[in-house]
């Protein structure tokens, strides 16, 4: 496990990925690596920091050869599973979770294929002007969109458990930094989307959602657009990655822009 001694190294190598690192560089930038501020640990295999691997609420192997993906196994499997999902490239988390599915199976969901895509210029679409950042005394008006876009997207009502304390608190904490936004209609969401992390290079468009009874007239493409044009007044680069079975999602994308880079996967537990 490292810790903030070993910070330049990690920057270093998180910065040689950084569409793909951008989840865990968000942290590591803000936090350091110290697990209490992380919210997490960073484990590393090799020398030079061959292998690296995220343990926090996800588990996300970074970088790393076979070795290096059986010994974070063998470390996951001491520790036994608290994070809800393995997420990451592809090529890191399908071999991942060939080493724990013996002893973490079954998973609830496994996603195999999710193209990881980026947009570094302005959005070929025109953005939805009516798309804003949304005000903390619009929380309760959000809430409930932001609630039905993670029930349809990961299977799972996010009330679950605590009765949604929990994701009403990062709910809350997006809109404070200014990172969720939305087109309101009579006082409802049609459209919404939200930076889910941000580092000094990379924002990471998570969570776009339209109103079923909206959907087929545009919103989504324009509205994910207004969100990139946002992210490039920040100077960052704009990402996301999606499902390969959602062709329409995928599509919308491409014409916003993007284009595919990498793969990512997904277990869900």
């Not at 991942?96 to 195999?112: G, I, N, T």
């Not at 990402?239 to 079975?245: A, E, I, K, M, T």
């Not at 990512?264 to 537990?269: C, E, G, H, R, S």
Request: some cysteine; charged content about 25%; glycine content about 12%.
């Amino acid at each position: 496990m490292l810790d903030d001694r070993d910070r330049g190294g990690v920057r270093a190598a998180l910065d040689a990925d950084p569409v793909a690192a951008c989840m865990v560089a968000a942290r590591v930038e803000h936090a350091g690596l110290d697990p209490w501020r992380l919210g997490g640990e960073i484990w590393a295999a090799g020398s030079r920091l061959e292998g690296l691997c995220f343990s926090g609420a996800n588990l996300v192997p970074l970088r790393g050869q076979r070795t290096a993906i059986r010994a974070f196994a063998d470390r996951a499997r001491r520790h036994g599973r608290s994070c809800s999902s393995l997420v990451g490239r592809a090529e890191l988390v399908l071999p991942l979770w060939e080493e724990l599915a013996p002893s973490w199976a079954p998973a609830r969901e496994l996603r195999a294929d999710q193209p990881l895509m980026v947009l570094a210029g302005p959005p070929r679409v025109r953005p939805d002007p009516r798309v804003r950042a949304v005000r903390p005394d619009e929380l309760e008006r959000y809430l409930p969109a932001a609630i039905a876009m993670f029930t349809e997207e990961v299977g799972v009502d996010p009330r679950a458990g605590d009765g949604g304390a929990g994701y009403r608190a990062r709910v809350a904490e997006l809109i404070a930094g200014g990172r969720a936004f939305a087109r309101f209609e009579n006082g409802e969401v049609v459209f919404k989307a939200e930076i889910g992390a941000m580092s000094a290079a990379v924002g990471q468009i998570q969570g776009v959602w339209v109103h079923p009874s909206r959907r087929g007239e545009g919103l989504g493409s324009i509205g994910t657009a207004a969100v990139v044009e946002r992210l490039g007044a920040m100077g960052r680069v704009s990402s996301l990655y999606v499902n390969g079975f959602n062709t329409p999602a995928r599509a919308t994308y491409h014409r916003i822009g993007f284009t595919q880079v990498a793969s990512f996967a997904t277990v869900l537990f």
